[in-house]
């Protein structure tokens, strides 16, 4: 007899949870602190100002992340522990109709419901709760809010998207900050969207434009800023 050998299939959306926040913490290091300096600079500030502010933004930016990531999955996290531990009180006090709730729901996907009530059956037999909370509840391993994976991904690629635009104002002399933070940060951007893209299996130009627009608008805007109080001032 032949047998099969199954071998176990990476899926994109595997990667959902830390790429969002990856791409997110990297994104917004690399806007929020290019369009600050950027707006500082305009302002014909000094050099050291520049570099003052663009460290504070760096700093702030990152716990900022940081902290929104970890409330916001937090609160994720706690809705499903709240329905987990409700459907394990259902699944104690009326389990039959649980298992008849989850055949109706694979009738739904398209199986006889003879062939349904056996699934649902037999699956509940092996994990009721784990059963419910895939088909019921939409929760998954792949699927399950990580807080603290989230705050430190996020942190960690803020720090470094927010690095590079500084990193060109040390290389750079007063007078080209501006030029070449923002030449370099639509840059960085591009590949940082290009690179997302390619990773979560999306359209590779689609998202290398539509990061490289907005990163473009929020520097054109504190630039605008800039300039208006430097005139002020």
């Not at 913490?25 to 929020?32: E, F, L, P």
């Not at 460290?55 to 716990?63: I, R």
């Not at 909370?133 to 998207?161: H, K, M, N, Y």
């Not at 690179?195 to 590779?204: F, I």
Request: zero cysteines.
């Amino acid at each position: 007899m032949t047998r099969l050998h199954l071998q176990s299939e990476t899926h994109f959306v595997e990667r959902a949870g830390w790429l969002r926040a990856a791409v997110l913490g990297a994104n917004d290091g690399i806007v929020s602190t290019a369009s600050l300096i950027v707006g500082v600079a305009v302002a014909a500030t000094t050099k050291d100002a520049i570099l003052v502010a663009g460290v504070a933004g760096l700093v702030a930016g990152a716990m900022s992340m940081a902290a929104g990531e970890y409330v916001s999955v937090s609160s994720q996290s706690d809705t499903e522990r709240a329905d987990l531990a409700r459907e394990r009180k259902e699944l104690a006090e009326n389990l039959s109709f649980e298992q008849a709730e989850l055949a109706g729901i694979y009738v739904k996907r398209g199986l006889a419901p003879e062939l349904a009530g056996q699934v649902a059956q037999q699956l509940m037999a092996h994990d009721a709760l784990s059963a419910h909370a895939r088909d019921e509840l939409g929760i998954s391993e792949i699927s399950t809010a990580r807080p603290v994976q989230a705050a430190l991904t996020s942190a960690a690629t803020f720090t470094i998207g927010a690095a590079l635009p500084l990193a060109m104002v040390i290389v750079s002399p007063v007078s080209g900050i501006v030029p070449a933070v923002s030449i370099a940060s639509l840059g960085f951007l591009a590949l940082l969207g290009a690179v997302g893209a390619k990773v979560g299996g999306a359209n590779v130009m689609k998202a290398t434009a539509r990061v490289t627009f907005w990163g473009a608008l929020a520097m054109a805007a504190t630039a605008g800023v800039g300039a208006i109080f430097g005139v002020v001032a």
